[in-house]
């Protein structure tokens, strides 16, 4: 496994992120080295979905109004249904999406995560992929949808569900690093 030591890795979420879509990036990303941040809008704990159930919870590092895109070399948008749902009608989340894409940091964004992305108004052009439920919303914001486990179109790196995430954690390594 690389070494990401020094890297920094922003993991923004809500309650109702995709359990594994979070903790498992999480796990590996800090095995290789990196350092890796929670962000969330309100402070506290947040709760994982799984399975159509609540789940584990974890804590935020930092809340949204006191993370800077500046601080960090990639962020992590996790899906679940309810998270990015959630996430997307915050204008400080979005604003905080398009200024880590301005600023050509790798985002990484798997299964409803891209909807963040959507909102961010940063998709038009791009070859991507999501979970297939919103394969036409991203279609319909000017991306090139494809069916791949994971797709890099500049600085933006995507995957559909959560058997892809072995290929979607390899491939954030392999660009930080």
């Keep these: 496994m690389r ?23 999480k796990n590996v990303l800090e095995n290789s080295g ?40 990639c962020l992590i948008l996790p899906g679940g249904v309810i998270n990015p ?11 905080f999406v398009r200024r880590f894409f301005e600023k050509r940091k790798l985002i990484a964004a798997i299964c409803h995560g891209p909807q963040l992305l959507i909102d961010a108004e940063i998709i038009n052009g791009r070859t991507m992929t999501s979970f297939p439920a919103i394969k036409k919303d991203l279609q319909n914001a000017g991306a090139n949808w494809v ?30 690093s």
């Design 34 to 73: 990196a350092e890796v941040t929670v962000i969330s809008p309100a402070s506290g704990k947040i709760k994982a979905w799984k399975h159509g159930n609540w789940s584990k919870e974890i804590k935020v590092d930092i809340t949204l109004d006191d993370a800077s895109e500046n601080d960090y070399d």
């Design 147 to 176: 069916d791949s486990d994971v797709v890099v179109d500049d600085n933006i790196l995507t995957s559909r569900k959560p058997d892809d995430l072995d290929a979607f954690n390899k491939k954030i390594i392999e660009i930080l």
């Design 85 to 95: 749902d959630k996430l997307r009608r915050s204008s400080e989340a979005v604003d």
């Design 3 to 25: 070494n990401l030591k020094g890297r920094k890795i922003a993991i923004l979420a809500t309650n109702g992120f995709e359990e594994s879509e979070l903790f498992e990036p």
